[in-house]
């Protein structure tokens, strides 16, 4: 179900509006507590990757205009610790847009419950969603139209990865079908 082929034929289906990225942007926040932890006092990296996936769930949800599952999640960077007490904000947009996909970029800041510093970013990822129907199949999301010079930018890198994750994709397919002729068994 992961990133579609961006090719539309305009004979086949009707164009869908685009929208533009600041539609479904979105900040989802959590205070931290004991509950999160792991065994060395931080915030389990669980615990955030849950954040993300729910606020990125959110901006595809919103982009889609209905249901969108969780195709595959990419460079979880975990930048600082969060600790017990920190207010943390997940922010997520739509980087991307395939046919029935999209990627979503996710910022992870936390506010340090003992500072009066600015929030700090301690983490971020890229995920990609799959919009689907009633019946789970792939269905078809609108562009995604960037707004700004770091909307560009971010859907310019967004394309890059999405060739990245196909070409690794083929390789590993390809890798594996050569050892299965050999004889191989994995």
């Known amino acids: 179900m992961t990133d579609q082929a961006t090719d539309r034929d305009p004979d086949m289906e009707p164009d869908i509006p685009g929208k533009p990225t600041s539609a479904s942007r979105t900040t989802l926040s959590h205070i931290m507590t004991h509950a999160d932890t792991n065994l060395l006092g931080t915030v389990h990296g669980g615990v955030i990757m849950k954040l993300v996936d729910d606020a990125a769930g959110a901006v595809a949800g919103r982009h889609s205009g209905g249901p969108a599952v969780t195709a595959s999640m990419d460079e979880m960077a975990f930048l600082e610790p969060v600790r017990v007490g920190d207010l943390v904000h997940v922010k997520a947009q739509v980087n991307w847009t395939g046919r029935t996909s999209m990627e979503i970029g996710v910022r992870v800041l936390a506010e340090r419950w003992n500072e009066s510093a600015p929030a700090t970013q301690v983490g971020s990822a890229y995920l990609v969603f799959a919009a689907v129907d009633a019946d789970g199949k792939p269905r ?12 560009r930018r971010r859907y310019q890198e967004a394309q890059i990865r999405r060739t990245h994750r196909l070409a690794r994709r083929r390789a590993i397919r390809e890798l594996r079908e050569k050892r299965a002729a050999e004889g191989f068994e994995d």
Not at 140 to 151: A, H, M, Q
């Open 140 to 151: 078809r999301v609108p562009p995604v139209v960037p707004e700004t010079d770091r909307d």
